[in-house]
């Protein structure tokens, strides 16, 4: 993502045509959305072009990035202990709720009273 969409993980001074990553610093922090031989990656990523970090233009602004992470989408026990619940593990029903967390950004909008 970074070499073929340049895109950069420091939001400071983007170049024209580099977008922003933010999940750049959370993978840094061994954090991620799916986990494979305990390492973590993440897939579900959105970039952002530098207009979505103006917070002081009119519209919308990126706030955050976040993986959305409960303990009941969480694995509490054997191999894969800390890994997203799975639904399904082979033929074997699990009842979780996927294989990797859910991703979101947050945008605000400044409200003008």
């Not at 074997?92 to 991703?103: L, V």
């Amino acid at each position: 993502i970074s070499k073929v969409l340049k895109s950069s993980g420091n939001p400071q001074g983007l170049a024209t045509g580099v977008l922003y990553n933010p999940w750049l610093s959370i993978l840094k922090q061994g954090r991620g959305t799916l986990a494979h031989q305990d390492i973590w990656s993440l897939f579900d990523q959105v970039l952002l072009s530098r207009v979505w970090l103006d917070q002081s233009a009119p519209g919308f602004y990126f706030k955050f990035a976040q993986i959305h992470q409960t303990n009941a989408m969480v694995e509490n026990s054997g191999r894969y202990r800390g890994y997203p619940m799975r639904t399904w593990d082979g033929n074997n029903y699990r009842g979780g709720f996927s294989d990797h967390f859910p991703s979101y950004i947050v945008v605000l909008k400044p409200v003008n009273h």
